[in-house]
């Protein structure tokens, strides 16, 4: 029997309705890898960058072929602000496991020291409760409704206890009655069960999405922690295509649809604010790797390039998203130091290291790729300024245009100092092979380090800086490397002789170096300072 692509309601009858997948946003990628592939057993069956974002990784987990109902994906915000669970979201995800597992995943939690509750019965069947780094409730739900033929091999959990696919997952809504219509005209899925505040709808292939009345609950908040939304099965391209057409029709609101080279999907809003995908099973997860290979390279699309700029490269790209180390491989892992911040190491590292401190309306990120054209061996570390400016990150507070706190400027000299050691004991940096490169206000806070905090750098790159101190102390600079990229064109170039002389009176060995260009950078910084360091390596 062929499935009419115009009626969704009858592909359940093909085997082909479902969940396709649920995706999540997680703040720690090292965490979340740990706990989805090492703790859970899943596979890492694909990385992929840049759909929306280009410093965005995505990364999807699965059974050990990357089976449409198996999957779980992840929108990684390294670092990212925290949402809030509430109505209009989805608020937990359940995992389907032999209904004799339960006691092995019982202690297996409490051996890997997880938070679990349970066993409790729900609708029938024995359910843990436990919680994943980001705080995001997983379920593991003993049934036999769900088989699953490909289990991931894991070591330290037997095959016959391994998670077979998704069970289900939750949705909070103040609109229930309508929540459930909506998903049973165009998912495939119909009501079975009901509690008092619970309608259970299933799906011909067995799993489920309970429908929870929430009304009176706190609104929901993207961010961290939080699921980004529900991904049910679609036969084809045809039928996605043409249920657009039919929520169209039913003026169901906006229904963007993509290509995202391992399905085809849509998505829309149901009543109740939850955001709904129908995605298709092909191509699938082996079009680029087969089997024996899933999740070991990163998938870049095609527009990752337009988002990047005409000039990027893949490398400048793909320094962007955060590393990670899957079980058993070398990872740093993640120290609580005064600032946030990114780590990224060389593929082939020659034990030197460059601290990044970016300007004003930045972050962490935006200083990465030029840093790695200059020091490509290097491990980058790169802070986010902890001041805000109409919420974008600054690394002390401006008064004026060229008026700054210097309460603050010296107190946040003092936590970067605090960070330097630091991140010298936990990540095992040499500082007598370390440079620090700053942009704008970021170069402004090393430039006043330099005096505030002496014999804390010995080798600094200030791109369109000036001295942000209104009186400057004294300080033996000599033995220090200082490299002043100015701009021609910028404005704040008029600050920089009296910055210059501040820095060579001190004793630093200073160079200057104008481009032709403004307040912002140009492809002649990454070389210029790639050219001082060459010419320049660390003092031992």
């Given at each position: 029997m062929t499935a009419n692509p115009r009626d969704f309601d009858r592909v359940a009858p093909n085997g082909t309705s479902g969940l396709h997948h649920v995706t999540l946003i997680t703040r720690k990628v090292q965490a979340n890898v740990d706990f989805y592939?090492?703790?859970?057993?899943?596979?890492?069956?694909?990385?992929?960058?840049?759909?929306?974002?280009?410093?965005?990784?995505h990364l999807f987990y699965g059974d050990r072929t990357g089976t449409p109902g198996s999957l779980v994906s992840f929108l990684v915000w390294e670092d990212g602000g925290p949402g809030r669970v509430g109505e209009g979201q989805p608020s937990e995800i359940a995992f389907a496991i032999a209904p004799g597992s339960i006691g092995f995943w019982l202690q297996r939690a409490l051996r890997y020291l997880v938070p679990v509750s349970g066993p409790a019965p729900e609708f029938g069947e024995p359910v843990l409760r436990l919680k994943d780094p980001d705080g995001v409730i997983v379920k593991l739900v003993g049934t036999t409704a769900v088989p699953g033929r490909n289990p991931a091999a894991t070591d330290g959990i037997p095959p016959e206890d391994a998670i077979r696919a998704l069970r289900g997952a939750t949705i909070l809504t103040s609109r229930a009655a309508e929540t459930s219509s909506f998903l049973q005209r165009h998912t495939g899925f119909?009501?079975?069960?009901?509690?008092?505040?619970?309608?259970?709808?299933?799906s011909d292939a067995g799993d489920v999405i309970d429908v929870r009345d929430a009304s009176g609950f706190w609104t929901s908040a993207p961010g961290t922690g939080t699921i980004d939304h529900i991904a049910v099965r679609a036969p084809s391209r045809a039928a996605v295509e043409a249920l657009r057409?039919?929520?169209?029709?039913?003026?169901?609101?906006?229904?963007?649809?993509?290509?995202?080279?391992?399905?085809f999907s849509l998505y829309v809003r149901e009543p109740g604010g939850s955001l709904i995908e129908v995605a298709t099973d092909s191509p699938g997860m082996t079009i680029d790797e087969d089997e024996a290979t899933l999740g070991t390279r990163l998938f870049v699309p095609g527009h990752f390039r337009d988002i990047a700029g005409e000039t990027a490269t893949l490398e400048d790209m793909t320094v962007l998203l955060p590393q990670f180390g899957l079980p058993g491989e070398e990872r740093f892992a993640a120290r609580d130091l005064p600032f946030i911040h990114r780590l990224h190491q060389a593929d082939a590292p020659d034990g030197s290291t460059l601290f990044l401190l970016h300007g004003s309306g930045a972050n962490e990120l935006s200083l990465l790729p030029l840093a790695r054209k200059a020091a490509p061996h290097a491990l980058l570390v790169a802070l986010r300024g902890r001041s805000l400016e109409e919420g974008a990150p600054r690394f002390y507070r401006r008064l004026g245009a060229a008026t700054f706190d210097q309460a603050d400027i010296a107190s946040e000299a003092e936590a970067l100092a605090a960070f330097v050691d630091g991140a010298a004991s936990g990540y095992g940096i040499d500082l007598e092979r370390a440079a620090f490169l700053g942009c704008s206000n970021g170069a402004n806070l090393i430039a006043a380090s330099l005096f505030l905090q002496p014999g804390l750098i010995r080798r600094a790159i200030l791109l369109r800086s000036m001295m942000p101190l209104e009186t400057v102390p004294e300080a033996d600079l000599s033995g220090t490397d200082v490299l002043v990229v100015s701009g021609a064109d910028d404005s704040f170039?008029?600050?920089?002789?009296?910055?210059?002389?501040?820095?060579t009176e001190a004793g630093a060995e200073t160079t200057v170096v104008t481009l032709a260009a403004g307040h912002e950078l140009s492809p002649e910084d990454a070389s210029t300072v790639a050219r001082w360091l060459d010419a320049r390596p660390a003092r031992s």
């Open positions: 592939v090492g703790f859970l057993g899943l596979r890492l069956v694909k990385r992929t960058a840049g759909f929306e974002d280009a410093a965005q990784l119909r009501s079975s069960e009901k509690s008092e505040t619970i309608e259970r709808l299933r057409e039919r929520l169209g029709e039913e003026n169901a609101g906006p229904t963007p649809a993509h290509d995202r080279t391992y399905f170039d008029a600050y920089r002789p009296a910055q210059v002389k501040a820095l």
